[in-house]
């Protein structure tokens, strides 16, 4: 049973953006839903961040919003194919490297988790694609420009899928939109606006739909991962989730940054979970904590605790026989199902966590279906692990040796060996995370193609840390939309 593949990312930056701008916006104009992911360059207060009022969150937000930047941004696409078995998506994957043009602060901790995890802030500074933050400037609704690209995904009218995000929504609101409102009620009112297909939080969904022990982003794609295949394994009538990729050939093959996902990370190294990044994926000691960080075995540990504590609520039951359930201790407490997460949302209520999870800056007409031909690029036919006909949670031909399509030099598949919290494929994993709830969600009654109305519980619903209630998107008959945003849907919706 595995899990293996390939996932193609392609890096945009500003001496390849003009090339790729044709093939980003058909990949966007031809989605299902769209997944997306920041990099920051901070976030400021922590504790500002979480603060017991929702509207001193906000503003806290708006601060570090003003105040730093986005360095790289992910889209992932997902194109729902409707004549493939079960559930079955074309995945499209871009990492835009960015620069904010005007001056922002950036925090050493925020360098140094990103270095850590291969970031190159070299090619930041000599290829990042240029933007301007706040209200449009000049030229800024013309051309092919980051600004423009958001108000086409904007256009594009799909459904938004983030993890944790409120934070992203506010950055890329101030970074390619507008002047961010004073009032969390205007900002709200602007985004159910802005995405009349709706916003979903695959963190919320994690925790509330899925109900995982753990919902940071790397847990919740790794369980998602092996719950999918597990289906496979069971066979019967479940739908499973499949995913497929374009095979990029010539040229474009320098772009792409093959991630090899593993059906398992090495064992190897300390066997005893660190305990804080079980619970939020994130550790102050980073690399040098002395305990395991690795979330597989994460996941296999709380798949042991689950299945024992079935084993021992079937043999208390066995025998208890008969027995009154009234006459056990009035002081003997219930075994917590799942792992419960509720000393988590106290550390987080009292702010002993930095943010929430696994991310220290981020916490911290019908258009041809196929890829265009003039960017060289075509249905991968299951080369490399990158399955067509396949799910995810099988092997593919060659993935033992997880060698990436193309044939690609050494320097090359050591470039997927480095970095592996990236904006690009964080959106890819956010994208997975939301593909499998709406999988697991599927009636057989609905239209397929629905995608935007499986998952009704968590629509417009954003994640909010030591809260029992999300943040509801929505337009309230006391909060207007802001006048920025209001020009704004001018520009976006007069070509549409």
Not at 84 to 92: C, F, G, H, N
Not at 186 to 215: I, Q
Request: net charge negative; glycine share 6%; aromatic share 10%.
């Amino acid at each position: 049973m595995t899990t293996s593949m390939i996932v193609p990312v392609i890096d945009v930056q500003s001496n390849n953006f003009k090339e790729l701008w044709p093939a980003m916006l058909l990949a966007i104009k031809t989605s299902s839903f769209i997944a997306v992911d920041t990099e920051l360059s901070g976030l400021g207060s922590r504790k500002a961040l979480l603060a017991e009022s929702i509207e001193d969150r906000y503003k806290a937000i708006c601060h570090a919003a003003r105040t730093r930047s986005i360095l790289s941004l992910g889209i992932a696409c997902y194109k729902k194919i409707e004549n493939k078995p079960d559930d079955t998506y074309l995945v499209q994957v871009y990492n835009l490297t960015l620069l904010c043009a005007e001056e922002y602060i950036i925090e050493p901790q925020s360098v140094q988790f990103l270095v850590q995890h291969g970031f190159d802030f070299n090619k930041q500074y000599a290829q990042g694609i240029p933007y301007y933050k706040g209200n449009d400037k000049g030229g800024d609704v013309h051309g092919q420009n980051i600004r423009t690209l958001f108000v086409e995904l904007l256009r594009a009218r799909r459904p938004l899928v983030v993890h944790n995000g409120l934070i992203d929504m506010v950055f890329l609101y101030q970074c390619f939109y507008a002047h961010l409102p004073e009032r969390l009620g205007t900002f709200t009112a602007d985004l159910c606006e802005m995405f009349p297909a709706g916003v979903y939080d695959t963190k919320y969904a994690t925790e509330y739909e899925l109900r995982f022990s753990s919902s940071y982003l790397e847990y919740a794609y790794k369980k998602c991962k092996l719950d999918n295949c597990k289906l496979v394994t069971a066979g019967g009538s479940s739908p499973i989730l499949f995913l497929e990729f374009c095979n990029y050939s010539g040229h474009l093959c320098s772009y792409v940054d093959y991630r090899p996902c593993f059906e398992e990370s090495s064992q190897d190294g300390p066997q005893d979970v660190c305990l804080r990044f079980s619970a939020y994926g994130w550790c102050p000691n980073g690399s040098s904590c002395p305990m395991s960080h690795n979330t597989d075995l994460i996941i296999r540990q709380d798949e042991k605790t689950k299945e024992n504590k079935r084993k021992r609520r079937k043999k208390r039951k066995q025998k208890a026989g008969v027995q009154d359930k009234d006459c056990l201790s009035p002081n003997k407490k219930p075994c917590l199902e799942d792992g419960s997460s509720e000393p988590k949302e106290e550390e987080l209520a009292t702010g002993t966590c930095p943010i929430a999870e696994a991310e220290p800056v981020n916490d911290q007409p019908q258009v041809e279906e196929e890829c265009p031909a003039d960017t060289q690029m075509s249905i991968d036919e299951g080369n490399g692990g990158n399955g067509v006909c396949e799910p995810q949670s099988t092997p593919a031909e060659g993935a033992d040796e997880i060698n990436p399509p193309g044939g690609k030099t050494t320097a090359q598949a050591k470039k997927a060996e480095s970095g592996t919290h990236r904006a690009g494929f964080d959106a890819f994993m956010t994208g997975y995370i939301f593909s499998f709830a709406c999988t697991l969600n599927h009636s057989p009654n609905q239209p397929s193609s629905e995608t935007e109305t499986r998952l009704p519980e968590c629509l417009n619903k954003l994640y909010l840390s030591g809260k029992s209630v999300p943040l509801q998107i929505v337009k309230s008959t006391f909060s207007k939309s802001s006048k920025a945003h209001t020009h704004k849907m001018e520009v976006v919706w007069r070509k549409s």
